[in-house]
């Protein structure tokens, strides 16, 4: 099984980035997926949650409006993008896919910096 998140990097204030997380090694389109981040002294937070066939999604207060999380079952692929960044959207974020009663999986992470 594997999560590999990619697209993190520095970027200034107000601006945009895409991150993407491709799974391989178990039913993708069966499972829930997530995007969590964790801020340096600070416990790990969800950001935001998509359906397995990607009909609903939900968001962390601080996000709605401007993180929009996507999936692509054909691609076992789920997406964050995330515009109008602020300072405090800074944390290494993680994709998480879950399904009830089974083992739920993480990626590695990737660094998202927001600074001028």
């Known amino acids: 099984v594997q999560l590999v998140e990619s697209g993190g990097g520095l970027v200034q204030p107000g601006g945009s980035l895409r991150l993407s997380c491709a799974a391989s090694g178990f039913t993708f389109s069966r499972y829930r997926m997530s995007w969590y981040r964790q801020a340096p002294g600070k416990e790990r937070e969800l950001v935001a949650a998509?359906?397995?066939?990607?009909?609903?999604?939900n968001y962390a207060d601080s996000v709605k409006g401007r993180f929009t999380i996507s999936r692509d079952n054909a691609q076992n692929t789920v997406y964050l993008q995330m515009n109008s960044l602020k300072p405090e959207d800074t944390a290494m974020y993680y994709c998480?896919?879950?399904?009830?009663?089974?083992?739920?999986?993480w990626g590695q992470g990737t660094q998202v910096t927001v600074s001028s």
């Open positions: 998509i359906t397995s066939a990607g009909g609903s999604t």
């Open positions: 998480n896919a879950f399904r009830f009663g089974r083992t739920d999986y």
